[in-house]
């Protein structure tokens, strides 16, 4: 609630833990926030988890086992995710039209803008979600 994007909300809340800055935190996850530059693909809360389960697990190398130990890890979140809220995909969460248009400018973040979005209950799931996954 104080302006920061679905991924920035849930990555940066959670990457201080595993070694990364805030500050840093919300720079990489910025880009990621209405589904990725806001094209309204992948949710950026659920892409966010992806990325913390990385941040814990993942490996430097290109180790095939290492990249499917991660891979499994993040197929079983997004899994909860969708159960959760009914679907991973940013334009499906907010009852968009396919198509519908993907203005770069965020909206504003006023107290209307909040009461009409299901963002701040996904993002509460999705950290809910990725702090069982790195327990």
Known sequence: MEGYNCSQSVFAANAEKLGMD????????????????????????????????????????????????????????????????GSIICRELLNLQEGAPTPPAPAARTAHYYKTRPCAKIVETADKLVKKHLA
């Open 22 to 85: 805030f500050e840093t935190a919300l720079k990489v996850s910025e880009p990621l926030g209405g589904g990725v530059g806001r094209l309204r693909e992948v949710c950026g809360a659920l892409t966010s988890c992806a990325m913390l389960l990385g941040l814990k697990y993942a490996d430097a190398y290109a180790d095939p086992e290492k990249k499917k130990e991660i891979y499994e890890r993040v197929q079983n979140l997004a899994a909860e995710f969708k159960k959760a809220n």
